[in-house]
């Protein structure tokens, strides 16, 4: 039995988004006063190649415009322990992560609003002591990923698909067969 930690998700941006490094910069920085979360500091990490573009930080979870695989999108990261069931976690993680990719969509302060695709997802385990990017791994937690994602877009509607790379961490992508909005995605899981 696996009991998930430092889980993170990438719900990625549509193809061919722009995104000002700077406004995100500022959206994030609305979060900090207004959120429940402890957040602490947002930075700009817009001159590394191939990861983190704009980092917000936070005690229990991180958010970033996140460009690690080439591919720009909202990356979500619990670094403190979670309690409840693998489900839960899951559930819970992957709803806060859409629910701020909402957040973002409706920000009037971006000049090209962020568009997200809620059917092309990554699923990381950030823990290789917790998750061995292995078969096993996966075996085990494909049946509370299909639970969870035959909730959001039907059975059989998506694929999951590990990543083979054994030097990488525990990695599924997770793509719909149709295209799925972040408020559809939502309202699937309300």
């Known amino acids: 039995m696996i009991n998930l930690q430092n889980i993170q998700w990438k719900i990625h941006l ?27 500091d947002v930075a700009d990490y817009s001159h590394v190649e191939d990861g983190p573009v704009i980092f917000l930080s936070g005690h229990n979870v991180a958010y970033s415009l996140d460009g690690a695989g080439r591919r720009l999108g909202l990356l979500y990261e619990r670094r403190q322990p979670a309690d409840g069931s693998n ?13 701020h990719a909402a957040l973002l969509e409706a920000d009037a302060s971006f000049t090209a609003k962020p ?30 990923l299909e639970k969870l994602f035959d909730k959001v877009y039907g059975p059989n509607a998506y694929t999951l698909t590990r990543d083979q790379d054994k030097r990488q961490r525990f990695t599924v992508h997770v793509k719909a067969n149709t295209w799925v909005s972040v408020n559809a995605a939502l309202k699937s899981l309300a």
């Open 14 to 40: 549509a193809e061919g988004a722009t995104p000002n490094p700077h406004e995100w910069f500022k959206s994030f920085g609305t979060w900090i006063p207004d959120s429940p979360e402890v957040f602490v």
């Open 87 to 99: 489900a839960e976690k899951l559930l819970e993680s992957f709803t806060s992560t859409l629910q």
């Open 115 to 144: 568009d997200f695709v809620a059917g092309d997802i990554k699923f990381i385990v950030n823990n290789r002591g917790i998750a061995p990017n292995n078969d096993e791994t996966f075996a085990t937690l494909k049946p509370e």
